[in-house]
């Protein structure tokens, strides 16, 4: 009696589907693992371009120029603020489409919400809506919030700071 050992067609087939769908699994797994390191580095990189931004806002912030006991702030709106610092430099932060702008520099980008809450010595929220200052709501402001937004993939990411004017004196 003669042992047959050759493949039928048959265990051929079975072989090459159980292999193929072991590697559609294994490759739909290493897929989903890129993409989510994909999008875990393009969210840190948000992150850490918000919160430059941020430190570089809240270090200019604190350098606003005093003239007395008032801040030189020339322009006070939620969305945009200008003053001159201590080097007599005007200075310029606003929000243009999805960019803080600084002097007419990109300083981050995909931004949803650019927003600055004044407040006075005594933490009186000093802004409204979207108003502005007048002048006598500017000489009152000492210190300012700073609000970034984000919206990537879907979900929101903010950074905030509160920042007290460095050369302002308690009145």
């Known amino acids: 009696m003669r042992l047959n050992k050759a493949i039928t067609l048959i265990e051929?087939?079975?072989?090459?589907?159980?292999?193929?769908?072991?590697?559609?699994?294994?490759?739909?797994?290493?897929?989903?693992?890129?993409?989510?390191?994909?999008?875990?580095?393009?969210?840190?990189?948000?992150?850490?371009?918000?919160?430059?931004?941020?430190?570089w806002l809240v270090r200019d912030i604190r350098e606003i120029k005093a003239e007395g006991q008032f801040p030189c702030i020339s322009e006070a709106c939620v969305a945009k603020i200008v003053f001159t610092n201590v080097n007599d430099e005007e200075i310029t932060y606003q929000l243009e489409e999805d960019k803080i702008m600084r002097n007419n520099s990109p300083l981050c980008l995909g931004v949803n919400n650019l927003q600055f809450t004044y407040r006075d010595e005594k933490n009186h929220v000093l802004n409204s809506g979207d108003n502005c200052l007048i002048d006598e709501q500017k000489g009152r402001v000492f210190s300012i919030g700073i609000d970034i937004s984000f919206i990537q993939y879907g979900e929101p990411y903010s950074v905030y700071s509160l920042v007290t004017l460095r050369n302002m004196r308690m009145r």
Do not use: C
């Not at 890129?34 to 992150?47: G, M, N």
């Open 12 to 55: 051929l087939v079975i072989v090459i589907t159980v292999l193929g769908l072991s590697f559609a699994v294994l490759g739909n797994y290493i897929w989903q693992v890129v993409e989510s390191f994909k999008l875990v580095a393009h969210r840190q990189d948000i992150s850490t371009q918000a919160k430059l931004a941020l430190d």
